[in-house]
């Protein structure tokens, strides 16, 4: 069935270091795809996104490349901040089933 | 612009009792749909709305009922609580062609 598999956490890195968080997804059909953000307390907040093969979503520092051949699309970041810790989701869309399907988060912890 | 907003933030309920999670949004979208946050479990579609009137199941539906009368409202009711139905709920709405906006969450402890 359709689904996401995101790179087990939690994650801590130094302010600066270079971010990878892996995202696969199996699903039929031809997904868009998403990373989600979430930061303490608050709800999910797009953080960037790609709606075909090999576009490249960015956002705030942020890449992700939709890659068929491989069925990913992980995020990454040069140099974070600490103002990045956050739980990161990754998701995908299917326009016919109408529906998000998530990964089950990555938390991430930057320290100064 | 208000977005996608849910009541109450915070819920504490004895097994057993109902109640009634609000969900509005205001962007006239047209799908709406429920999730709920369960530690390492990501986020789970219990039902969605494709549109006022019709609604449908998602991957954990039981123990919840959902009606769409208006574009704007998707309430989410729990018939009788039970504590495996502690969680952060979340509703989130879209256009035919836009990403999902979330609401900031209802945190539910059901004792």
């Keep these: 069935g359709d689904s996401v598999t995101q790179m087990e956490g939690p994650v801590t890195l130094s302010e600066e270091a270079f971010l990878t968080i892996n995202c696969t997804y199996t699903a039929t059909g031809y997904p868009s795809l998403f990373w989600y953000v979430q930061y303490p307390g608050e709800g999910l907040q797009l953080l960037l996104k790609a709606t075909k093969a090999d576009d490249k979503g960015s956002n705030k520092g942020f890449e992700a490349t939709y890659r068929k051949e491989t069925t990913s699309f992980h995020l990454e970041k040069g140099s974070v901040q600490v103002s990045d810790s956050a739980v990161y989701f990754c998701a995908h869309y299917l326009q016919g089933a109408q529906k998000l399907v998530f990964g089950q988060g990555t938390r991430l912890t930057i320290n100064p | ?111």
């Design chain 2, 1 to 111: 612009n208000a977005g996608v907003t849910q009541t109450p933030k915070f819920q504490v309920l004895k097994t057993g009792q109902s109640m009634t999670l609000q969900c509005a949004q205001d962007m006239n979208h047209e799908y709406m749909s429920w999730y709920r946050q369960d530690p390492g479990m990501g986020l789970r579609l219990i039902h969605y709305s494709v549109g006022a009137g019709i609604t449908d199941q998602g991957e954990v539906p039981n123990g919840y009922n959902v009606s769409r009368s208006t574009t704007e409202d998707f309430p989410l009711r729990l018939l009788s609580a039970a504590p495996s139905q502690t969680s952060v709920y979340f509703c989130a709405s879209s256009g035919q062609f836009t990403e999902a906006f979330f609401g900031q969450g209802t945190r539910l402890t059901v004792v």
